[in-house]
């Protein structure tokens, strides 16, 4: 079962943000408008990572977590927050009161995504894997290792993750825009043609003689891992391993 992410955030455009990007790694994701409706479902329901706005109507930020805190259930819920105070002093302030992490906005989403996996990994080491598998292909996000049929793929470091955006989510079809918020992140400004040349260099490094295309382009659309492929190729541990 995926890991459960709730947000509580008021600002629509920014939880609609964090739900695609959470989704896109494998999260099931609640979203919560109000810190008093919060703190009502919270009792009925405990997930697994909290993402938690300082400022919100009906009961703030900093409230909900004291009360998370207090109670037996949710006195062990990771909890991150998420706020525009950036001072010393409300980073002290927001720790205090339980958080286990403090991102100030406007924060870069790969650097959220990151900070979310590893709490998870600390906190629940069962609920993360460090493995994708698709087809024939490995990817090992703790070693940044790639295999195709057991040979070693040489990735930089944007078409590894690249790749592993792609993965995360077989089918899924992402435009440039959006792979360029998930790859490079919000805050880089990178022309949307660079995923082209990038997404040319990741299928030049994973396809060799008549090997199968994984990436399906979507004219007009985007990208996405072939679905088919993911069902169809074999494992690497059914086929004889490549001279690298």
């Known amino acids: 079962m995926a890991p459960r ?13 964090l739900r695609y990007n959470l989704e896109a790694e494998g999260y099931a994701v609640d979203t919560i408008a ?11 329901q405990v997930p697994d990572l909290l993402l938690l706005d300082w400022m919100l109507p009906g009961l703030s930020g900093v409230e909900l977590c004291r009360r998370l805190r207090a109670r037996p259930e949710t006195e062990r819920l990771p909890i991150i927050m998420l706020t525009a105070r950036g001072e010393e002093s409300e980073r002290v ?8 992490d403090y991102v100030v906005k406007p924060f870069s989403t790969p650097e959220l995504m990151a900070r979310v996996r590893a709490m ?21 996000r703790e070693t940044h290792r790639v295999r195709r049929a057991g040979r070693e793929l040489k990735l930089g470091p944007t078409e590894f993750k690249l790749l592993e955006f792609l993965m995360q989510s ?3 079809v992402f435009s440039r825009e959006q792979l360029l918020d998930g790859v490079w992140g919000r805050d880089i400004y990178v022309d949307e043609r660079t995923v082209d040349v990038h997404v040319g260099r990741l299928r030049k490094a994973v396809n060799r003689g008549r090997q199968r295309d994984p990436i399906r382009t979507v004219r007009g659309a985007g990208y996405a891992l072939d679905e088919t492929f993911t069902a169809a190729a074999p494992r690497a541990s059914s ?3 490549e001279a690298v």
């Open 5 to 17: 992410i709730t947000v509580v955030e008021d600002e629509e455009a920014l939880s609609i943000l």
């Open 34 to 44: 109000r810190g008093d409706e919060a703190d009502l479902r919270l009792k009925e």
């Open 93 to 100: 302030r927001g720790l205090s009161t339980g958080a286990d």
């Open 120 to 140: 998870l990994r600390r906190v629940k080491p069962e609920r993360i894997s460090s493995q994708l598998v698709a087809g024939d292909i490995d990817l090992d």
């Open 170 to 172: 077989p089918g899924r």
């Open 239 to 241: 086929v004889r391993p």
